[in-house]
Every structure is written in structure tokens, then in C-alpha cells.
């Protein structure tokens, strides 16, 4: 096994660690591999868009999603450090509106996946982050919702200590009983 699977505290949402071959030249390990995330995870999906996005330090990006067109989200980073979040939107599930979060760093090389039905985002910890991810579906802007980062409907905990630097969309973002959600 390259990859160890472990569930988050919302049963749909995995913490994949890839294993790293490592020597005094450097590392190596499979950052994707389609038949083993398929067996790990247990979801077979097609990738068709890879995102990547750099961020100064205190910068918070989302609780972003797509109504139509929902998006699985594979997330990693590859410089720096970042409390990623995701957040169960689906009506139908005994976890609606309740968050799971964790660090993402460069050096514990952990990823993420986020199913569809889920609002997503993180904050950047590190003096800058670039973030990476996978998406099983396109980017549709007329279709793209965001929930507001501190709604105290969800409660998350970010952990900060400053307040976040924030996008438009992302200050303007909905609370949780507002907002568009899954069946």
C-alpha cells in the first residue's frame, strides 16, 4: 500500500498519507493513484480539473462550493501550512452542518478528500501556502455558492489568533440556515 486511509470526524470525509520513500538524495511518494484511491477510499471518481493557489499568510479561502455541478475535492499542499476545513451541506445526512478540520502541511504530506455535497476552505498559518487540489467536476461560476467562515450556526474552531484576510465573496458569504444546501 503506498496510501493509509483514515476517516475524519465526518465518516465521508478521508485523510489519505501517501507512504514516502525517503534517503539522503531527497523523497519520493505517489501523490495520485487512481486503482488505490478507488480501493482506499472507496469512491471511484474521475479528476477533471487540478487547481493551484499561493496565499499570504492569515489569508482565508472560502467555506466554498458548487450547488450544480457539486465538486469532490482531492487537497494538499505542497509549501507551507494550512488549517483546511470541510463542512457536511447535505440535508439528507445525519452530519449536516457540522465541520472536520486538520493541518495541512508541506511536511506531513496529508490530503484530504472532500466528497461533493461539502463546503470547503482553509486558513494559511505559514508566512505563504501553496494549495493544491483535484476536482471531479469543472469550475462553474454562476454555480459556485460560499458560506460565511465564522457562521456560529456551524461553530468552527479555526484557531486563530488574527482576523483572516478574505475575499468579496467570502465576507459576503451566507450563514448555514441561508444558504443554498444538498438534498
Known sequence: MAIQVTTSALRDVK????????????????????????????????FVQDNHSRSAKGVLRGLHYQIEHAQGKLV?????????????????????????????????????????????????LSEAAQ???KTTDYWYPEHERSIVWNDPEIGIDWSIDFEPLLAAKDAAGKRLSQADHFA
Open 131 to 133: 494549495f493544491l487540489y
Open 76 to 124: 494538499r499542499v505542497m509549501e507551507g501550512e494550512v488549517f483546511d476545513v470541510a463542512v457536511d451541506i447535505r440535508k439528507s445526512s445525519p452530519d449536516f452542518g457540522k465541520w472536520t478540520g486538520l493541518h495541512l502541511s508541506a511536511e506531513n504530506r496529508r490530503q484530504v478528500w472532500v466528497p461533493p455535497g461539502f463546503a470547503h476552505g482553509f486558513v494559511v
Open 15 to 46: 485523510i489519505i498519507e501517501p507512504k514516502v520513500f525517503g534517503d539522503t538524495r531527497g523523497y519520493f511518494y505517489e501523490s495520485f493513484n487512481e486503482r488505490e484511491f478507488a480501493e482506499q477510499v472507496g469512491v471511484d471518481v474521475r
